[in-house]
T-cell receptor, first 116, second 115 residues
Framework: GAVVSQHPSWVICKSGTSVKIECRSL??????MFWYRQFPKQSLMLMAT?????????EQGVEKDKFLINHASLTLSTLTVTSAHPEDSSFYIC????????????FGPGTRLLVL | QKEVEQNSGPLSVPEGAIASLNCTYS??????FFWYRQYSGKSPELIMF????GDKEDGRFTAQLNKASQYVSLLIRDSQPSDSATYLC???????????????FGQGTRLTINP
């Protein structure tokens, strides 16, 4: 199998607070993980790519100081939304790549963030 | 021109018929092609991947790839109401990390299967 979990599944926070989202590959090691954001009725937008043990690579237009990514182990990556504002409210989804050959990504269930 | 293009739909198909979903991509260097299904409010789940020209079948699903024409399609036979979802086409692309690839997604086609 290829199971990816995310925690929490949803979070409501006040504007200005920071929120941490965890992404875990449960039954495989993932050297590369990806973080996406999806607004209602829109497609997935890649925010950043992270390799275990190195800095994340952010897509154009994504603020690296606002969206902190840490890929501390082969099974865990975290996304911290710092000083969250209402416009950061979205569906955040991580994915993990199982192997380098097939490039297949398996997605976590997503985290719905609402910033008040 | 978008890197990966899909008709956003909605595509409406009667139950039991064949649903045909199409996707075109712009990068001739792309090697890996994926179809994901996303139910409303949920994250995408992998349906199929295809790397070689031609057809690849898995149960009721058939992926078709034509690299010369730069299109990939997904056929769903004997469509069921549970197939109603948004179908995302994804194509690999290089990242700034050596040896790592990313997926570029189309906007998705919303499919409705009518009982």
């Amino acid at each position: 199998g290829a199971v990816v979990s995310q925690h929490p599944s949803w979070v409501i926070c006040k504007s200005g607070t920071s929120v941490k989202i965890e992404c875990r590959s449960l039954d495989f090691q993932a050297t590369t993980m990806f973080w996406y954001r999806q607004f209602p009725k829109q497609s997935l937008m890649l925010m950043a790519t992270s390799n275990e043990g190195s800095k994340a690579t952010y897509e154009q237009g994504v603020e690296k100081d606002k969206f902190l990514i840490n890929h501390a182990s082969l099974t865990l990556s975290t996304l911290t939304v710092t000083s969250a504002h209402p416009e950061d409210s979205s569906f955040y989804i991580c994915s993990a790549r199982k192997d380098r050959v097939q490039e297949t990504q398996y997605f976590g269930p997503g985290t719905r963030l609402l910033v008040l | 021109q978008k890197e990966v293009e899909q008709n956003s739909g909605p595509l409406s198909v009667p139950e039991g018929a064949i649903a045909s979903l199409n996707c075109t991509y712009s990068d001739r260097g792309s090697q890996s092609f994926f179809w994901y299904r996303q139910y409303s409010g949920k994250s995408p789940e992998l349906i199929m991947f295809i790397y070689s020209n031609g057809d690849k079948e898995d149960g009721r699903f058939t992926a078709q790839l034509n690299k010369a024409s730069q299109y990939v399609s997904l056929l769903i036979r004997d469509s069921q109401p549970s197939d109603s979802a948004t179908y995302l086409c994804a194509v690999n692309a290089p990242t700034l990390i050596q040896g790592a690839q990313k997926l570029v997604f189309g906007q998705g086609t919303r499919l409705t299967i009518n009982p």
